[in-house]
């Protein structure tokens, strides 16, 4: 009997062990991942979307890989997170593009993946220096009683419902709950980045941005539409820089330095100028075609000097 018991208890763990790297490596992943792509100051090439339906897709299919002891309807799901309904009306929108049939709330709040878009939103401030300037961008689902919602709000609630049943249920040792900051208003001059904004355009295809500027109001804590009627609007598009690497190897006994600078594409800078970290711009870096003839190049020229030297 304690070795009957003891397997059963095995594999419950090991059924526990493979949800929660799941829920881990690949429902809280994706999450993170839009938010740090919606903090990341660039717009464009339909990221912020994209990495939004995939952390939505990821939160409402969860539901589908909980264990016998723990399953639960979407019926249920609904009853005890209200904006998991919202939720599985997105992932479902953008996945067959329209939606027409009943769901466990009524008819989809959603109604096609029309209804789903990325927004710029500047937000103009004041303090005594002065008026200052925050943007950020959103991903938003245009609902069918003609509101909207911030699609981050509801990825929130719903992976902090998630957070708590999985630990309540054991599956997690322990919960995190997540804070959404898009409405928190005001913000402070320290905390907002000046209105400057990346926008990444490819030749060729739509630009699918929609800009809305609004002010917060201080005597009614809200914010507001600006008025831009007779107002006139510039956009300046700039060619980002092409990067050139300097390549230098120096040959000790003869103290010659040996240099080589290799310009990147348009493309390659990009996706340079996107990295993070000197890390991820050295690994890439090294890893370009171009580079790797430079290296062999130098290499070259310095056995030479060597030859040289030997003689």
Excluded at 107 to 114: E, G, Q
Aim: glycine share 6%; charged share 25%; net charge negative.
């Amino acid at each position: 009997m304690f070795e009957v018991n003891s397997t059963l208890q095995k594999a419950q763990d090991n059924m526990f062990d493979d949800l929660a790297a799941y829920f881990y490596e690949n429902v809280v992943q994706s999450f993170d991942e839009y938010r740090d792509a919606k903090a990341s100051g660039v717009a464009g090439r339909s990221n912020d979307i994209r990495k939004a339906l995939i952390a939505a897709s990821a939160l409402f299919h969860l539901r589908e890989h909980l264990p016998s002891g723990c399953k639960m309807s979407r019926f249920k799901a609904e009853r005890r997170c209200p904006e998991y309904g919202l939720l599985a009306d997105i992932a479902n929108a953008s996945k067959h593009r329209k939606l027409t049939a009943d769901t466990p709330h009524g008819r989809a709040l959603v109604r096609s993946a029309a209804d789903l878009t990325e927004e710029i939103v500047v937000t103009q401030y004041s303090d005594e220096e002065g008026e200052y300037r925050h943007v950020e961008k959103r991903v938003i689902a245009k609902l069918i009683d003609g509101t909207t919602q911030d699609v981050l709000d509801t990825l929130t609630e719903v992976m902090n419902f998630w957070q708590t049943y999985l630990h309540e249920k054991g599956i997690i040792a322990k919960r995190k709950i997540y804070v959404s900051d898009s409405s928190r208003q005001p913000k402070s001059r320290a905390e907002a980045n000046n209105g400057n904004l990346g926008l990444i355009i490819t030749a060729g295809l739509r630009f699918a941005e929609s800009v809305r500027l609004q002010r917060y109001n201080y005597a009614t804590s809200g914010v507001e539409p600006v008025d831009l009627t007779g107002s006139e609007m510039t956009l300046t598009i700039q060619r980002p820089p092409q990067y050139k690497l300097d390549l230098a190897v120096t040959h000790e006994q003869s103290g010659t330095t040996l240099t080589r600078t290799v310009e990147l594409t348009v493309e390659e800078s990009e996706t340079f100028a996107s990295l993070q970290t000197d890390g991820e711009r050295s690994s890439y870096a090294n890893g370009l075609p171009s580079i790797k003839a430079a290296q062999k190049e130098l290499l070259t020229e310095a056995q030479s000097l060597q030859a040289k030297q030997n003689v």
